[in-house]
């Protein structure tokens, strides 16, 4: 069965410094793909990035990098450059099977991050 | 263009009350969940819907019904409501890109 797990509850990082937000995963299934979600604190959703798995490069996007090592089954989110407003709670979410598919995506219990200023 | 609308924000129920859900968009997207989110478990998905007419169970659909009667709609139904039950419902919608959008959450409380 598909799991994904952040062992990191809460973190704290200074503004203007990198943090990086873990997430491992379990899959059988050859083709899959990583999203991270941020929900501030008013509650919505905001899609950040995404990583499938045969993907060569890792994916970027802004400030936004995913550290993707597939034979750990790990896909790591780097924030650089923190900013007040990323304080939020960030989650981990996997799409199994092929793209086709009805997409099913598993999500993580979140990791909630606070920028220091 | 209101996107994914979530009706209503807000919600108490009493034990063994009935209630609907609805969601609603705007984007002609062929996929729409059901998610429920409780503290320290991240979303954890209910029901889905591949298209219109079509529904399926994900992974907690017990105590939840849906139907999806028209492609912008998808509703979720409590028949009778359980403290269990008391958590914030977010639905989702998805074309065939990759990307989810999500409606801005139902907060539901069942006392």
């Known amino acids: 069965a598909q799991k994904i797990t952040q062992t990191q509850p809460g973190m704290f990082v200074q503004e203007k410094e990198a943090v990086t937000l873990d997430c491992t995963y379990d899959t059988s299934d050859p083709s899959y793909g990583l999203f991270w979600y941020k929900q501030p604190s008013s509650g919505e959703m905001i899609f950040l990035i995404y990583?499938?798995?045969?993907?060569?490069q890792n994916a970027t996007e802004g400030r936004y990098s995913l550290n993707f090592q597939k034979a750990r089954k790990s896909a790591n989110l780097v924030i650089s450059a923190s900013q007040l407003g990323d304080s939020a709670m960030y989650f981990c979410a996997m799409r199994d099977g092929r793209e086709t598919s009805y997409d099913k995506v598993i999500f993580g219990p979140g990791t909630s991050l606070s920028v220091i200023p | 263009n209101a996107g994914v609308t979530q009706t209503p924000k807000f919600r108490v129920l009493k034990t063994g009350q009935s209630m609907t859900l609805l969601c609603a968009q705007d984007m002609n997207h062929e996929y729409m969940y059901w998610y429920r989110q409780d503290p320290g478990m991240g979303l954890r998905l209910i029901h889905y819907?591949?298209?219109?007419?079509?529904?399926a169970k994900g992974e907690v659909p017990d105590g939840y019904n849906v139907s999806r009667l028209k492609k912008q709609n998808f509703l979720l139904g409590l028949e009778s409501a359980a403290p269990s039950q008391t958590s914030v419902y977010f639905c989702a919608t998805k074309d065939r890109g990759l990307e989810q959008y999500f409606g801005p959450g139902t907060r539901l409380t069942v006392t």
């Open positions: 990583q499938g798995s045969y993907d060569q």
């Open positions: 819907s591949v298209g219109e007419g079509t529904t």
